[in-house]
């Protein structure tokens, strides 16, 4: 998340350019840099751009925080437990899968829910 301390003009950061990248070394987060008072630019240290191009080349290290010398990604532990239960196979038919069987599955399973429900009115 982009914090309002580091969003800064373009002029600033032309003006100050050492200052800044002092900043961006130290902190390791993106400045944003604006034009006419609308963001235009994202500006990042080396090292933590490093690690992003490796946490999007494995997906895993991502997760377990290793991103290169970007900082360390603080993991929920009541999301990791509840993730360590979850079966990721039908995820990974499902997206396996095209948009437009997808779509068709949703539609069967909403007309099984509407069929579902009459028949537990007929049944009261």
Do not use: C, W
């Not at 944003?32 to 994202?42: A, D, I, K, S, Y």
């Not at 532990?77 to 039908?90: F, N, Q």
């Amino acid at each position: 998340m982009i914090r309002l301390d580091d969003i800064f003009s373009l002029s600033d950061f032309q003006r100050r350019t050492k200052e800044h990248v002092r900043r961006l070394r130290a902190t390791g987060r993106p400045t944003v840099l604006t034009v006419n008072g609308r963001p235009e630019l994202v500006v990042l240290d080396a090292a933590s751009y490093q690690g992003i191009l490796d946490a999007l080349e494995q997906p895993a290290g991502l997760a377990s925080g290793k991103t290169g010398s970007a900082p360390k990604l603080e993991l929920d532990p009541v999301i990791e437990e509840y993730k360590r239960h979850v079966d990721r196979t039908l995820l990974r038919e499902n997206l396996r899968r095209t948009v437009e069987k997808r779509v068709a599955g949703l539609i069967a399973l909403a007309e099984l829910a509407v069929e579902a429900r009459r028949a537990g009115d007929r049944l009261r």
